[in-house]
């Protein structure tokens, strides 16, 4: 085992324990559990999030509810509690086993009164049974002999940082097991969970059925000579995948009480290690970006939907309460890549989850008075609009901010057209382009016509009053990437309609039956997306990010250097929507996007213009990834390598000081992208797939796998091997 | 005991349950505690409130925290729990004896597999140890015999309706005693509580010490012939009360463990019989009057504070989540004439809360460029204003509506210092006016001359962009009300500081030093209001609501007959802003409080005009009240009588649908006016007091007593005393 399969962080430090929490996150993709202790800790964020257990909350509409935790113990030593700030702590050590998905935690911890012991936990979500979880304590004394009290127990009354989800519709506890039966509040999402013990065959079980608070008290007497052991499976189903979670609860716990906590995590840790044999990326270096790249696989492998494509990732993973569990174009520009590349079957959960919201993306752009389908800013277990409209200003919280993105950054629609159509390039999945791509992208594509707005003085098609991808500038008029990804849009869906035509003919009668759409109106789409504006560009090709962007006062960077706030921040929203300072790529994402399509001293030119404008430490943690991309793009190692490590140190050492509310789902994804498309420089095009490495200097070699047309493929890059052209 | 000393509910209805806990809500003053179950209810509010006890929320600023629940019985029959809505309820009666302030519940109840028993709940909030409460559980087993377990908790998430205010900071549980200690989350109060369990020597307690939930399970052995009882005396202290919470809970509850549940309650009824004897009134008459009195009286009972000068009475008293606790003019104008007539060292309390709230006051008046001191709209914790400035729309709560109130409803100056003046006319207490009215009464006329903006065009003052006690009606100019009050407070202000020069007069030199008040200032004051100006007169003598009101649309409220909703709702908030429709009592009020001063012609005039256009059924409920007043001033007695059944069954019988949210408390106040002022026609005048008796035409007599410049009162009218003049 290479301690790059590993995250330990050792010691206690209360000012970091909240981002400890967040990367210790286990999960199987069905729930994931932050790395909070198991005994309660004042100050942790203890969260359990499930795929799709939404309840409704005022101003943000929606917010993944915080289930019921699992991992409670209350662990007495006589009449004294275990907690690390009462007593002595003599050492403590976390350590995430990234291989296998197991999280455990040593603690050497004293009582006031003297009684010393190494307390151990464990705890896995299993890969191989989505429903179940389980939790290992062991506890040898050191000094003393004398009782020990554990208790094990779901707390009905779950909250999400202060804010209670859940009624309590039933509970059992019995021997050594205990049910908790509970409901979201407004969405009547049933949530069961059921846990059995193993202890020592001398332990006693106390069944302290207290109402919403089912607990399982296990006393055993202890010694040097005779440690404590508990072992906890839990079980947990939801209304979502069973019409009747207790039974089934009931049957799981059966069923699991004749297997070793041993042979559970056998079976999950060989799932694990068939992942890892797709998705792991081997680095040679002497750095830390193998634990970067595995910690980034590691965490979007946690939060992927492997059997629900009525789910999608949100911003956060399910690794915090940061935005709420809403999914973003995060998703699918950002992670998208890693899963059609690695994962396909994911990446087709993933897209079919917009195919399946596609009733909220129309709703979204009737009410907004255009054609098709507009998708959502913020989306969440309907498909309709979730950002909140409103939120409390970050220095004032009494005062609102208006949140102007679920009203016009619209470039969302077109961002999960370029998703599909990687994913169909990349796994040549014709069926499902047919059946659930072509939907979205037609409907996506009548959405952008209808949006369009004619300018009889400039004769062309304009976009206005939109938020493109850099949201420090908001109601612009014709930012270039919204008009770019429009035009490419229209005329994606105007290709696609001709491929479908041919692939399934019988079908894309339906089709455009029921959308309306014949030749004719193909013809007009396709001189409609002629016409529509993009931006001027300078005699050296730098492109306007949105018109009067140019004419913006400039801002020196430099001269902030060692701030430690936002650029936002510092200048106030208004005026910084008044300067030339991003919070992300915008045109340099464009660039990247379509690299192929721009020559490259144009994409170097708009690099070097935007870059140094570009606030990349405290802006949005989008960007350093996509800086990386094109830097490695444009041969600038120092500056891809230099953006790599700003992303992958962002969460990995909270840089940007906000992990505590979950990981940053498009800068892992991005990190991904970072080693794949830039330092290996993998590109796929119209005959197949090549590499082009620009490999960091001090590394010494790539190694990765990954699936081009349901064919296996090893990409392995050296610094011999790499080109530089 | 006469019925009308008793609230009687039988049987069960889900719909009127939250209704039913606000009016059996028990308490002493010290906390309130609504009639919930003690066994877990779906759909009930369960909730305790403490005075004084605000945590931080968003939006609305601070609440009132819901303490946790110190009534929780969890009651098992074998393994079957007790809930009403399983099994078979017989019958059921809930019983509040306002004259004790005890409730019982009395519950004839059958299991599903056929166990029958009667379960006698009883609860009471000791007024004679305010920080005592106590409940008795009897079960009767009817046709078996088996084991009874009863869980008793304490809960440390305690939620106001969903939100956690709370931090568990230890517990114990030991033998037949459990102590939790808790503090709320962002003001750092503490609140510690413990039980002690008086059971059948045959029976045995299980410690339940679960973190955060302590719990004693006691078990028994009943049949037919052995009764289950337990009694639990419970202690309550804050940090506002006590340096070390736990530790005074600890020794109270060793204090108390030897007395009786039947002693403990005997010293309390003992106090109960002393307020009554103070605060009764005799009705005799054939209708629900004596019962509505005495609910009136009972409610203003439980939630004043008898020894605390740091606190007020809020809006829904301690009853409900309405207003969150926040505190209103209702305090000052409906509720304090009760006080300082016959508890008039409540009343001081109540205005003491305002003389140590003058820093908040003052930090608004500067916020918002005024001199003085300004009062805030709506009052907590620190005397800052915590009206929230936006509020979900009742209709779509997606759209936030914008409250004007805090800004621009600013007449509470003005009705502080009229409260104040009334105290001191009824009590004769100099020493509190000197030493805490004038400062309060000379600040706000500071703030009401720094306020007055000149019209030059008129020579004249006026005071623009306010709102009047009609909420339709917002952003006017020249409310009369406003206007009137203004000018009242300035010239009270002169006066009493001629009465302080005087009275005290090294005090007056202090105080006028400190405030910058001479002689000149004070003759420019008296200038300044005499040019305050009082809106136009109609020949009849009907004076305009604000500028601008007589041109407003006038509507029919006929035509309504039957509605369920406000007129502001059917016509929505901003088309009711342009209708002669009042939300309450406007000028109609004004003619109330300063009846002595406008010809009873010009009263009727104005009720004339103004009560048919105003919205009694669904409006505010502080305006029945007001116009039973004045209906009795100027003779109407069906109108009186009409209006005073009215604000008296709104609470009683929840006409207005929403008393699951608290008691309406200015109108309780209101209606102890509408019968010592109005049916009794009580006056205090310079020399005294007399009564120009109004009896409705069915009552016999009213009695009741007060106090008198410190001596005690008895007012006696029949329908042969009355005058009709």
Redesign the interface.
């Known amino acids: 085992m290479n301690s790059s399969w590993e995250i330990v962080v050792n010691g206690f430090d209360r000012e970091k324990m909240n981002h400890t929490e967040t990367i210790l996150t286990i999960g199987n993709g069905y729930l994931c559990t932050r790395g909070s202790f198991a005994e309660?800790m004042?100050g942790q964020n203890v969260a359990t999030f499930m795929h799709g257990v939404y309840d409704d909350i005022?101003v943000s509409?929606t917010e993944l509810a915080n289930i019921p935790n699992w991992t409670a113990l209350?662990i007495?030593f006589g009449d004294e509690?275990f907690r690390i700030t009462e007593g002595k702590l003599h050492n403590m050590e976390q350590r995430l086993d990234m291989h296998a998905g197991v999280l455990s935690r040593t603690v050497d911890f004293e009582t006031s009164s003297g009684k010393r012991a190494i307390i151990r936990f464990s705890r896995f979500a299993s890969m191989a049974q989505r429903y179940l979880c389980a939790q290992k304590l062991e506890i040898q004394p050191i000094n003393f002999s004398g009782t020990v009290k554990v208790?094990a127990?779901f707390?009905g009354?779950a909250?999400n940082l202060?804010?209670?989800?859940w009624?309590?519709c039933g509970q059992v506890v019995e021997a050594n097991r205990a049910i908790l039966h509970v409901k979201t509040?407004k969405t009547n999402v049933d949530v069961a969970m059921g846990m059995i013990l193993g202890t020592d065959p001398e332990a006693t079980i106390?069944q302290?059925?207290?109402?919403?608070?089912p607990?399982l008290?296990v006393v055993q007497d202890v010694s040097p000579e005779r440690v404590f052991v508990l072992t906890k499976k839990v079980n947990i189903v939801t209304s979502r995948d069973s019409t009747d979670p207790v039974l089934s609860v009931n049957q799981m716990i059966g069923d699991c009480s004749g297997q070793s906590w041993e042979e559970l995590l056998t079976s999950s840790v060989a799932v694990w290690e068939r992942l890892w044999h797709d998705c792991d990326i081997e680095i040679d270096s002497e750095d830390d970006a193998q634990l970067i790249a595995r910690f980034s696989i590691y965490h979007l492998l946690i939060a992927a939907p492997y059997s629900d494509e009525q789910v999608s990732i949100g911003a956060k993973t399910l690794s915090g309460y940061g935005y709420r569990g809403h999914v973003f174009w995060d998703t699918e520009i950002f992670m998208l890549p890693f899963f059609s590349f690695v994962l396909p079957d994911v990446a087709s959960n993933l897209l079919s989850y917009r195919y399946h919201r596609l009733a909220g993306a129309r709703k979204k752009a009737q009410l907004n008075g255009f054609d098709g389908a507009q998708f959502p800013w913020e989306s969440a277990g309907t498909g309709e609009e979730v950002t909140p409209t409103?939120v409390?200003h970050f220095a004032d919280?009494?005062k609102?901010v208006r949140i102007w993105t679920g009203d016009i950054q619209i470039h969302i629609t077109a961002d999960i057209a370029y998703a599909l159509h990687m994913y169909w390039k990349v796994t040549g999945d014709d069926a499902f382009m047919a059946k659930r791509g072509l939907p979205i992208i037609l409907e996506g594509a009548q959405f952008w016509v209808s949006r369009l707005e004619w300018n009889a003085t400039e004769s062309r098609y304009e976009i206005r009053d939109v938020i493109g991808p850099d949201e420090n500038h908001d109601h612009v008029d014709n930012n270039t990437f919204t008009n770019f990804m429009a035009q490419w849009h229209i005329r994606l869906a105007i290709s696609m309609a001709q491929w479908m035509a041919v692939y399934d003919h019988e079908g894309w009668k339906r089709l455009s039956a029921r959308l309306n759409i014949n030749e004719q109106l193909l013809t007009s789409w396709s001189e409609k997306a002629d016409m529509i504006y993009i931006p001027q560009a300078l005699p050296n090709g730098v492109i306007e990010q949105c018109s009067g962007f140019f004419e913006m006062e400039q801002v020196d960077l430099s001269h902030y250097a060692g701030r430690t706030r936002s650029i936002q921040e510092i200048f106030g929203i208004e005026e910084a929507a008044k300067i030339q300072v991003l919070k992300q790529a915008d045109i340099v994402m464009l660039m990247y996007l379509f690299r192929e399509l721009f020559p490259k001293d144009v994409i170097q030119a708009n690099y070097d213009y935007y870059s140094p404008k570009t606030d990349h430490e405290f802006g949005s943690s989008l960007g350093p990834a996509m800086h990386s991309l094109v830097a490695s793009w444009i041969g600038r190692k120092e500056e891809a390598y230099e953006h790599f490590m700003r992303a992958g140190q962002a969460d990995l050492f909270d840089i940007r000081g906000n992990v505590g509310d979950g990981i940053h789902a498009a800068s892992i994804g991005g990190i991904w992208q970072t080693i794949v498309f830039g330092f290996a420089g993998l590109i796929i095009d119209e005959i197949g797939w090549n590499v082009h490495p620009k490999l960091p200097g001090h590394w010494k070699r790539i190694s990765f796998h990954f699936y081009y047309q349901g064919q296996r493929q090893h990409v392995e890059v050296t610094q011999e091997g790499g080109t530089d052209d």
Chains 1, 2 share one sequence.
């Open positions: 309660k004042e005022p509409f209350q007495e509690s208790v127990s707390d009354q909250d202060g804010l209670i989800h009624n309590v509040r106390e302290w059925n207290l109402e919403g608070h607990s008290c409103w409390p919280p009494t609102l």
